[in-house]
């Protein structure tokens, strides 16, 4: 059975841990034949877009990728098709279901365009859009309500299932999209389970704590992810700053944007902050292991979904609908994030009863957030 994944309104990068990557990875171990088409223009880390070169190539997992021919900044890119060729293509690849990551664009008309020529294919679409990243107040706000509103009416009648990728954005899917409740499903972010399951975790552990300078029995908070104000890592920072607990340290990975650079910079002779700076995804998971608990105090990340997967104990900023991620008591949700509130919570699960409780029942949930059964979800009615 032949899979295409559509990814132009998403970002398409070769070794990232996205749920656009991780999809398609998995649906090939599953034993699909899967296919990528993707647009040239993606986003870096945290820098303006950029284009990747157009043509067909075999990834590592030896899933063709077709990346068409993209449009550049034209008004024509935002308001007609943003490649050419899907259509072509998908009469190339002839599959037997479609999955559109996100569909606020209009080469969506391709693929209904297809659809209706062949009945036969299911067709599944994935949103990412909610009311903190695509805000439908104001002037814009009125804009991306008329355009999803329109987006969504061509879509529903040739898609088997929505997913929200947050249950905030199964919300979004029904108010700002007009699909009908029954067709929308909650789609979980997760982990490759294969960089978990089967792994030597406590030498990992004891390995990145030597290759770190961190001692084997300090309580260590891991957070990361691109650096930016709204992921408020400056208030975690300053935390560790002021805990006077030498035996409490923190790792920091990934890139800062320009204006965190030097916030950031601040910490650098801290001994007991590690910046890592950006590192690969694969690595993430060696970073969690070598943790004891995990901390987000701004905006949603996949980092939450991987450190839940990881069975690591973790304390997430409280977001409306965004609760999955506290399946059992493994994670706290915190609504009152400064430094004060942060201190307080990483003192009162260093090594406690309540941090062995939560440690408990992170280990019990933690395949929950295992993509391969989630990828397996995603093509299901």
């Given amino acids: 059975m032949k899979i295409v994944h559509i990814i132009i309104s998403e970002r398409y990068i070769e070794g990232e841990s996205y749920q656009e990557n991780l999809l398609p990875q998995k649906h090939k171990e599953l034993g699909y034949d899967v296919s990528i088409i993707t647009s040239q223009r993606v986003y870096g880390r945290n820098d303006g877009p950029y ?5 067909e190539y075999v990834n590592k997992y030896g899933i063709k990728v077709t990346v068409l021919p993209t ?19 998908l009469c190339e690849e002839k599959p037997d279901i479609v999955f559109c ?8 008309r391709h693929i209904i365009r ?3 020529e062949h009945p036969e294919i299911k067709v599944f679409a994935d949103n990412h859009n909610d009311y903190y990243n695509s805000p439908i107040k104001g002037l814009k706000g009125l804009f991306v309500l008329f355009y999803c ?6 879509m529903n ?31 979980i972010m997760g982990a490759d389970e294969t960089m978990i399951i089967g792994r030597d975790v406590v030498g990992i552990r004891t390995e990145m704590r030597i290759q770190l300078g961190i001692p084997e029995n300090a309580f260590v908070v891991v957070s990361g992810g691109n650096i930016d104000k709204r992921k408020q890592l400056g208030l975690l920072l300053e935390a560790i700053r002021q805990i006077d607990d030498n035996d409490i340290y923190l790792i920091l990975f990934g890139e800062p944007t320009n204006d965190m650079k030097p916030i950031i910079c601040g910490y650098e002779d801290i001994d007991r902050i590690k910046l890592c700076g950006w590192i690969p995804s694969e690595t993430i998971y060696d970073y969690y292991f070598a943790s ?10 996949v980092l939450w979904e991987q450190a839940v997967a990881c069975a690591l104990p973790s304390v997430f900023r409280y977001w409306p609908m965004i609760d999955h991620v506290n399946v059992n008591g493994n994670a706290i949700l915190l609504q009152d994030v400064n430094v004060l509130s942060i201190k307080e919570t990483i003192l009162s699960l260093k090594f406690t009863d309540k941090y062995k409780d939560m ?8 395949s929950q957030f295992f993509l391969r059964e989630i990828a397996s979800k995603a093509i299901s009615e």
Wanted: glycine letters at 6%; one cysteine or more; a positive charge.
């Fill in 51 to 55: 284009y990747l070169d157009e043509g």
């Fill in 71 to 89: 449009k550049r900044n034209t008004l024509s890119y935002y308001f007609s098709d943003k490649c050419k060729g899907l259509y072509e293509k």
């Fill in 101 to 108: 990551h996100q569909f606020s664009n209009f080469d969506i």
């Fill in 114 to 116: 297809y659809k209706k």
């Fill in 149 to 154: 509103t329109v987006f969504g009416k061509m």
């Fill in 157 to 187: 009648p040739i898609t088997t299932r929505f997913w929200g990728t947050l249950p905030w954005r199964c919300q979004y899917l029904h108010d700002v999209y007009k699909i009908p409740e029954k067709k929308i499903g909650l789609l």
């Fill in 292 to 301: 004891d608990l995990s901390f987000f105090p701004g905006t949603h990340s």
């Fill in 359 to 366: 440690k408990h029942k992170a280990s019990l949930c933690a």
